[in-house]
């Protein structure tokens, strides 16, 4: 019998527990066990090779969530490819940057996006669930036996994962298998995950925050996640209340516990099954995590970004409550620091740049040698975002350093802003910007969306402001609007509002 190599998670379990539910795919229904899924994998290593795609090949998928995902991502691990995932919300000549950028050998996709793959690559392979026949499913059942797994290190590369780019064009950050097992430890502990966790995954797949929080850490456990196509709040919500389902753990970015506590099945909903309730990406408001922990669900919060697996600092539960609003402290196998303009440590609750070290740190941008070596200083990574350590070294993320804007010379981070936005009763989002003043710099806009038949105006949202912000920190403007612009994790994108607002391109922010 041949060596399962170490990273082989899925092949382990599929020996130890083979009847254990891996993946349940609640779109198409499907439900594939250990063994099973170490089956499909095996045929798709197979069909790959058949392909000509070999060690170092890139292999890219458009698809919205699905089990292929898990199935690519694993099938690429055994051949030393790279899996590709592509975020299905760009346009063609977006997707033909990044494509042109990493040069795949293949495209698999969903046929929901047979149009736009069909200008991407003429080699392509196509997902669809409603045949059997299909592309994808002819592959797997005509493959032949898979070649032996190729041994790889922790420093081999599994998958790239393009992020926004400051020059307006995306870097593919290298994710090293390394970086991957050292997330499932450094989450895996914290977040309590063990072979008896089910948890329902929402953010898309094809983001880190998607695919490994805490998706891969579960499977790496020997768990079970029910994967949701698309986030839809109602349907969430009756997935943790169903005691059949037994969800124990769900992580999402603050939007869609904004959107599920703004449903009317919150209230009735049971919670009561839930361990663990993750929440990163973007700085929580207060309400939203003052309202879960009203429900008995304490958001543990946590902070990360492609770079870094993504898990980079994690809130205990036991402090939840204690330190709501704080990201908690770094994990196990990592370092953080705060660092000011010149790259000294500032003192306890001084506000300066995060700065993150460990094993679960990218080494670098898919060719793109100018970035790397940007955003290292001494094997530390520049994060780019605002944040404080208080004297107990918990770390409080402020804001995005470049969504912070100067007025009258005083710094203002949004995030503070909008977490007294959102103590209105009317508002239902929001979010500040800073645009252009003559005497000031910069001063405050104010964009929200009211809740539905809410008489919200200008004045009560600025006079709730004045009695709860210095001055400064004011918006001096608001702007009602249907919705806000998201990505396709829910994290608001300021670009777009500034572009909208004040006619600035801004770089994008990742």
């Known amino acids: 019998m041949p060596t399962i190599p170490y990273y082989d998670w899925i092949a382990h379990h599929a020996g130890r527990r083979p009847r254990q539910l891996a993946i349940h795919d609640l779109h198409t229904g499907r439900k594939f066990t250990y063994a099973e899924l170490d089956d499909r994998i095996a045929r798709l290593t197979a069909a790959l090779a058949a392909k000509g795609i070999a060690k170092g090949d890139r292999v890219a998928l458009l698809a919205p969530n699905c089990a292929e995902y898990f199935e690519l991502q694993f099938a690429c691990g055994r051949l030393g490819a790279i899996m590709l995932p592509l975020n299905w919300r760009l346009t063609v000549p977006e997707l033909e940057y990044i494509l042109g950028d990493s040069s795949p050998r293949l495209l698999v996709h969903d046929k929901s996006f047979a149009a736009q793959a069909s200008l991407l690559s003429p080699n392509r392979l196509e997902i669809d669930h409603e045949r059997a026949d299909s592309g994808y499913e002819i592959a797997l059942a005509e493959a032949g ?9 922790h420093d081999d590369i599994g998958m790239v994962m393009y992020t926004s780019g400051t020059t307006g064009h995306p870097k593919g950050a290298i994710i090293t298998h390394g970086m991957v097992f050292w997330n499932c430890v450094n989450l895996g502990i914290p ?10 995954v929402v953010l898309p797949l094809f983001h880190t925050g998607g695919l490994n929080c805490y998706a891969n850490p579960v499977l790496h456990a020997g768990g079970t996640i029910l994967v949701m196509r698309n986030f839809d709040p109602g349907q969430a919500l009756d997935c943790i209340s169903d005691p059949a389902l037994g969800i124990t753990h769900f992580f999402a970015v603050p939007a869609p516990y904004q959107f599920m506590m703004q449903h009317p099945k919150f209230h009735s909903a049971d919670l009561s099954r839930l361990r663990i309730a993750g929440v990163g990406g973007a700085p929580c408001a ?3 995590l003052e309202t879960w922990i009203a429900r008995g669900v304490p ?7 492609t770079e870094t697996s ?4 994690m809130l205990d539960a036991a402090d939840a409550i204690r330190k709501v609003g704080s990201a908690g402290k770094a994990m196990m196998h990592t370092a953080i620091r705060v660092v000011d303009d010149e790259g000294h440590d500032v003192p306890p609750n001084g506000i300066g740049e995060l700065l993150i070290k460990g094993p679960n740190i990218t080494p670098g941008y898919w060719n793109n040698d100018a970035a790397t070596r940007k955003s290292f200083t001494d094997g530390w990574l520049h994060t780019g975002d605002a944040a404080r350590l208080d004297e107990e070294g918990f770390v409080y993320i402020v804001d995005r350093w470049k969504d912070m804007y100067i007025s009258g010379g005083e710094n203002v981070y949004p995030a503070e802003v909008e977490n007294v936005l959102f103590q209105i009763p009317g ?8 645009v252009p003043n003559e005497r000031w710099g910069e001063v405050g806009m104010a964009i929200i969306v009211r809740k539905p038949d809410q008489p919200l105006v200008e004045g009560e949202v600025i006079q709730h402001c004045l009695g709860r912000l210095a001055k400064f920190k004011v918006p001096q403007s608001v702007t009602f609007v249907d919705a806000l612009p998201r990505n396709a994790t829910g994290k608001v994108l300021k670009r777009e509002l500034r572009v909208q607002f004040v006619g600035q391109n801004a770089p994008a922010i990742s």
């Open 145 to 153: 036996a898979a070649p032996a797994p190729v041994p790889l290190s």
């Open 191 to 200: 977040a309590l995950i063990t072979p008896e966790t089910v948890q329902l």
């Open 286 to 288: 207060l309400p939203i």
């Open 299 to 305: 958001l543990v919060q946590g902070w990360g970004m």
């Open 310 to 313: 993504p898990a980079g600092t």
């Open 427 to 434: 508002v239902a989002d929001a979010a500040i910007i800073g």
